[in-house]
């Protein structure tokens, strides 16, 4: 019996027909980022008709003043807001999978945005910077400073002979705990005013979005997402391995270096602007790679949007649990992530076993 071996020609065409249709899937990922906007704008407190609420964001200036400052003051900005967290703690995840080799890795699991909690919090009890002249952003300095602290402890973790990704995660759940405790003894110190920022960093919460933030955000990720987009040969080629990469030409310290730097600066940004939000940075990287495999070209856009919808979804949910109330989004994400990370864990037990 005669084998048919793929030509070059039919394997071009199946490279681009492959192609063409991770890039469909990006497109459909920016239309769901549009609905889900829509969505979360239109629900809240008030029972706001769909189609008025609509119609006022295309057209503001004919809609009712009381509507559109609901909508276009209220409400968009926290929808937004959720977006770019969504998108920059997707990115953050799916840099830190792809450079640690570790599947569990995110900026919640790792332990980085529980350090930069710390240093937020430092911030907000005590006033010190850890930055000289940061001024009116000192919390966000405090903030990367302490993400990137914790980034470099992994990052010579990953050094080590004889390291796995289970210890990896040990290490992380270390840091978590660690900066946690830290934490609790900051809010112990702390007074009333003091307190109540603390909770707002560790419960994860939404209701402090404005335009001046989400501005802020959207800048950084216009500027991450290409940084990492440059480097999406290097990042696939560090999936074959350290040797490989090598091999290729790769500087394998250096690139773990600069995303590990990038990443602490996505997840500082976003702990200080809306609190520790965790499992995004897990679930939306996973779902990526399942939708378009491990390169890194589709792997980070979709990641990114997948986590700005996810993030964006949750937002609804914390809305429409209890009427009229709004749960911080970090406990909606944890009901959400926390099951995921279970089924996520005994997937690699039994694929190891």
């Not at 900026?107 to 850890?130: N, Q, Y």
């Not at 940084?227 to 500087?251: K, Q, Y």
Request: glycine share 10%; aromatic share 8%.
């Amino acid at each position: 019996m005669t084998v048919m071996m793929p030509t070059a020609t039919s394997a071009t065409t199946q490279y681009r027909q492959r192609n063409a249709r991770r890039l469909k899937l990006v497109l459909f990922g920016a239309l769901a980022l549009v609905g889900s906007v829509a969505l979360d704008v239109s629900i809240g407190p008030g029972n706001l008709p769909l189609a008025d609420v609509l119609r006022t964001l295309v057209d503001p200036q004919a809609a009712a003043p009381r509507l559109s400052v609901i909508v276009w003051d209220l409400r968009l900005p926290i929808a937004l807001m959720a977006l770019a967290v969504g998108a920059m703690l997707g990115l953050s995840g799916a840099g830190m999978q792809t450079i640690l080799t570790n599947p569990l890795a995110d900026p919640f699991t790792l332990g980085v945005s529980a350090a930069a909690t710390v240093g937020a919090s430092v911030a907000i009890v005590f006033g010190w910077s850890v930055l000289p002249g940061a001024g009116p952003f000192i919390v966000t300095a405090n903030a990367f400073v302490f993400a990137l602290g914790a980034s470099l402890v992994l990052f010579f973790m990953t050094r080590l002979r004889g390291v796995s990704a289970e210890t990896m995660i040990l290490v992380g759940i270390a840091l978590l705990f660690t900066c946690n405790a830290v934490t609790a003894l900051l809010q112990y110190r702390s007074n009333e005013v003091q307190l109540t920022q603390i909770v707002f960093w560790t419960l994860g919460s939404l209701a402090r979005a404005s335009w001046g933030k989400v501005g802020v955000a959207a800048v950084l990720i216009g500027l991450a997402l290409p940084f990492f987009l440059m480097r999406g040969w290097a990042l696939t080629a560090l999936r074959l391995g350290d040797e490989r990469a090598g091999s290729l030409g790769v500087r394998v310290d250096r690139l773990r270096l600069e995303i590990l730097i990038a990443t602490s600066l996505l997840a500082a940004v976003s702990v200080s602007f809306v609190g520790s939000i965790g499992f995004i940075g897990l679930v939306g990287p996973h779902i990526a790679r399942l939708l378009v495999g491990e390169d890194q070209r589709f792997f980070l856009p979709v990641a990114t949007i997948a986590s700005a919808v996810l993030l964006s979804l949750a937002s609804t949910v914390s809305k429409v649990i209890t009427p009229g109330v709004i749960y911080p989004i970090g406990i909606i994400t944890a009901l959400i992530g926390v099951p995921f990370f279970f089924s996520l864990v005994m997937s690699i037990r039994s694929r190891a076993g």
